[in-house]
């Protein structure tokens, strides 16, 4: 994988509790992206990132907040759980907002 | 709404033969295309990227890109079991003012190569 790695891979959590992802990358990519993968639902964008501080909503925003405060980690922050969120999620980077975009390992995440 | 199709298969295909893949998508204004293989369990790999109409090929694979018609296809040649995976179609859409914000996916094409 490109230089991308996302931490925790497994988390089991219940409703209503915080929960942070991240993502961590070392090519330097300007944009970073978050998605979650859903059986029937394919890959849908979460969040995105065109640079530090910079951040925007993805189709699927709703429950979800993100900060970048230097290039290379992207948080993603369930303010308070939900089973709907149950999912995996991915980060992604790429060099442009058109080129190519690659991908972390991948979260498993589980709200009880 | 921004939408890209795939036929789910299964798609079942000899060992050695060609496996083709198609994709459609229905924002006009759309600018890259890819195709992604994915793993059970595992994280989706970039296989292919297409920027301008017509054929694109890598090895034993090959994308082709129609815009008129808004379709993607991959072809994969001397199909080998390990080729057994899920293929998803990617497009970026142009967002209004320019540049770019994420990619839509299809939800894939589950390819089985029987040996």
């Known amino acids: 994988d490109a230089g991308i790695t996302q931490s925790p891979r497994h988390k089991v959590t219940e409703t209503g509790t915080p929960v942070t992802l991240r993502c961590h990358q070392t090519?330097?990519?300007?944009?970073m992206y978050w998605y979650r993968q859903d059986p029937g639902h394919g890959l849908r964008l979460i969040h995105y990132?065109?640079?530090?501080?910079?951040?925007d909503k993805g189709e699927v925003s709703d429950g979800y907040s993100v900060s970048r405060s230097k290039t290379e980690d992207f948080l993603l922050t369930l303010e308070s759980a939900t089973s709907s969120q149950t999912s995996v999620y991915f980060c992604?980077?790429?060099?442009?907002?058109?080129?190519?975009?690659?991908f972390g390992p991948g979260t498993r995440l589980t709200v009880l | 709404q921004k939408e890209v199709e795939q036929n789910s298969g299964p798609l079942s295909v000899p060992e050695g033969a060609i496996a083709s893949l198609n994709c459609t998508y229905s924002?006009?204004?759309?600018?890259?295309f890819f195709w992604y293989r994915q793993y059970s369990g595992k994280s989706p790999e970039l296989i292919m990227s297409i920027y301008s109409n017509g054929d694109k090929e890598d090895g034993r694979f090959t994308a082709q890109l129609n815009k008129a018609s808004q379709y993607v296809s991959l072809l994969i040649r001397d199909s080998q079991p390990s080729d057994s995976a899920t293929y998803l179609c990617a497009v970026n859409p142009l967002r209004a003012g320019g540049g770019a914000d994420g990619l839509t996916f299809g939800k894939g094409t589950h390819l089985i190569i029987q040996p």
């Open positions: 992604a980077i790429s060099e442009s907002p058109e080129g190519e975009q690659f």
């Open positions: 090519e330097n990519h300007r944009y």
């Open positions: 924002d006009r204004g759309s600018q890259s």
């Open positions: 990132s065109y640079g530090v501080k910079d951040t």
